[in-house]
Nanobody, 123 residues
Framework: QEQWVESGGESVQGGESLKLSCATS????????VAWFRQAPGQEREGVAS???????RYGDFVKGRFTISQDNVKNTMYLQMNDLKPEDTAMYYC?????????????????WGQGTQVTVSS
């Protein structure tokens, strides 16, 4: 089974930016809908952003224009650019993928998951 490996998480101050990456060796990456989810301690996992194979995107309501999801089909890598980070963005961030063309923020629809990368935002 192909792996999906996140990177880029770290501890930052409020207002700063981070860019998360998720790389895979999946050769048919361009056929996958991909997404980012996050989970804070004691909270349910929530959808952050998703992008379909046609480039259509959807974001969680809390994003409010601060984050951008993208993907590079040559590098088989997806990204999450996060700007104006807030302490409430502190969580473990996971990339996810499914062999379906349409975006979704429902985690149960995703078959492939990365191991997570921690983002901590201090005030």
């Amino acid at each position: 089974q192909e792996q999906w490996v996140e990177s880029g998480g770290e501890s930052v101050q409020g207002g700063e930016s981070l860019k998360l990456s998720c790389a895979t060796s999946e050769s048919t990456f361009r056929q996958f809908c991909v997404a980012w989810f996050r989970q804070a301690p004691g909270q349910e996992r929530e959808g952050v952003a998703s992008i379909g194979t046609d480039g259509d995107t959807r974001y969680g309501d809390f994003v409010k224009g601060r984050f951008t999801i993208s993907q590079d089909n040559v590098k088989n890598t997806m990204y999450l650019q996060m700007n104006d980070l807030k302490p409430e963005d502190t969580a473990m961030y996971y990339c996810a993928a499914r062999a379906d063309p349409f975006w979704s923020l429902r985690d149960i629809l995703y078959k492939y998951w990365g191991q997570g990368t921690q983002v901590t935002v201090s005030s």
